[in-house]
């Protein structure tokens, strides 16, 4: 499945219509509503799995999620309707919501689990559609060696795909303070975090009444944007996250009382993303511009930066996943970092990235660093030729000395340099924005320097 995203905000349809209250007439706090789940289970026909593995993993899935997570869950689980098996366990990123059946869309999130023939054993594969937002998870997947451990691993797919709500409270800067959804709600395995490790979120918009419950209309995603918690063990309702994003400014809206500021959760993934790079305008595809990622801070030591590589003619790079469920991602194209946005791998299989037509700017920046090369390779034949004539003069070799001044004499003309400068200023100005004001700066730095060259006389030197 491919989507487009550009750095804007994108409405998306509302699939549930009750909203988070536990009936029209008493709203439950916040802490205390549990999630009304589905869970749908497709099973490979395999030798190597007992046949009825397929009627038991639901029944078995559905009793042991009380177990463990105790009231946050509501969870019904059922096998898939037979036109949806083949998806889940072949294609599960192409399922779309309009293929669920309708049964399963009236709570709060639908889970499609799989388990399917791997190379070296069983694949186990989940993925969510959070009903409230209309918005899908990362798949999570487990490669399971034997066939007794397939319900074990199903189990841990179906907690890591959950996607937990967490509530918008307060933006201060580039931090926002959650409140977790169902969090007060016992859980029965103590050692069980609130969220799945590694979990982050998307700020979500969704419009409520007075008290809080969603009504019926569309939503708003904040593009490039993403909330990192700042504790790596989230043991409270309440916590702090980090807000990590590609855009300017204040990117999260004030509160309002008939919007719910809702922050869903992405769970990290073994998948990677296509990053397509388009000229703004057009489809064109960007050929030769380089994707990279900067690496965090580990140890104290600051972070790297990982190269993906350069665009091809298709416009295309693969972003693979990392330990951390965002990736922070470079555009360049020579010189120029022409764009850093938060990306997490595997939450869409491809995405666009509309970037204004640089190959202008590239074209003045290659020509300006060729000519300052030029100037620095002379300044260093310069320096040579003189240190070598007052050499050879020292020992008296007078045809030695002679045949370098001449050598000297015939260094390129710094005129000519000038007149290069010259033509590169026109087509400096006729970039735009930053582009133009950086190559200008460049270009006069450069023209100082000939400036300088062509005033100095090698021969005062000898």
Not at 60 to 71: I, K, Q, T
Not at 213 to 231: F, H, K, S
Not at 366 to 378: E, F, G, N, P, T
Request: charged share 25%; aromatic share 4%.
């Amino acid at each position: 499945m491919t989507r487009t995203v550009s750095i804007a905000i994108l409405i998306l349809p509302v699939l549930s219509l009750r909203g988070l209250a536990a009936d029209d007439t008493a709203p439950v706090a916040w802490e205390l509503l549990p999630y009304r789940i589905q869970l749908l289970v497709a099973v490979e026909a395999n030798a190597s799995l007992p046949p009825r593995l397929a009627d038991e993993l639901p029944v078995d899935l559905a009793a042991r999620v009380p177990a463990v997570v105790g009231g946050a869950w509501r969870l019904q689980a059922s096998a898939a309707p037979v036109e949806l098996r083949h998806p889940i366990l072949h294609s599960l990123n192409d399922v779309t919501a309009n293929e669920l059946p309708a049964t399963a869309k009236k709570g709060d999130k639908v889970i499609l689990l799989g388990v399917a023939a791997g190379q070296d054993g069983f694949l186990v594969r989940a993925r969510e559609l959070d009903l409230v937002t209309g918005l899908w998870n990362t798949t999570v997947t487990r490669n399971v060696r034997q066939g007794a451990s397939v319900k074990q691993e199903a189990l841990w797919c179906l907690l890591s795909a959950f996607a937990p709500h967490a509530r918008i409270e307060k933006v201060d800067a580039k931090t926002v303070t959650l409140k977790l959804r169902a969090a007060a709600l016992a859980r029965r395995e103590a050692d069980l975090p609130l969220i799945p490790s590694g979990t982050v979120f998307r700020p979500v918009l969704v419009k409520s009444d007075a008290r809080g419950a969603i009504v019926a209309g569309p939503v708003e995603t904040i593009d490039w944007t993403y909330l990192i918690p700042t504790q790596s063990k989230i043991s409270s309702s309440s916590f702090t996250a980090s807000i990590e994003t590609g855009l300017t400014g204040s990117v999260i809206a004030e509160y309002h009382p008939t919007r719910l500021r809702l922050a869903l959760g992405v769970s990290p993934s073994q998948d990677s993303t296509k990053v397509k790079l388009l000229a703004e305008g057009s489809a064109a595809p960007l050929e030769g511009y380089e994707v990279a990622a900067q690496e965090p801070e580990a140890a104290g030591k600051p972070g790297t930066t990982t190269s993906f590589g350069r665009s091809g003619a298709d416009g295309i790079v693969v972003v693979p996943p990392s330990l951390n469920a965002v990736r922070t991602i470079l555009i360049r194209h020579g010189e120029e970092v022409l764009a850093r946005l938060p990306l997490v791998p595997g939450l869409a299989e491809e995405i666009t990235i509309s970037l204004a037509d640089d190959r202008p700017r590239l074209v003045v920046e290659s020509a300006l660093r060729r000519i300052q090369d030029d100037l620095i390779d002379i300044v260093a034949r310069r320096e040579v030729l003189v240190s070598r004539i007052k050499a050879a003069g020292a020992t008296s070799n007078t045809a030695s000395a002679d045949k370098l001044k001449d050598q000297l004499r015939k260094l390129p003309s710094i005129d000519s340099f000038l007149a290069e400068l010259a033509n590169q200023q026109q087509a400096a100005e006729a970039l735009e924005g930053s582009a133009r004001s950086k190559m200008l700066q460049k270009l006069g730095d450069i023209r100082k320097l000939a400036e300088k060259l062509k005033a100095e006389n090698p021969a005062s030197k000898l």
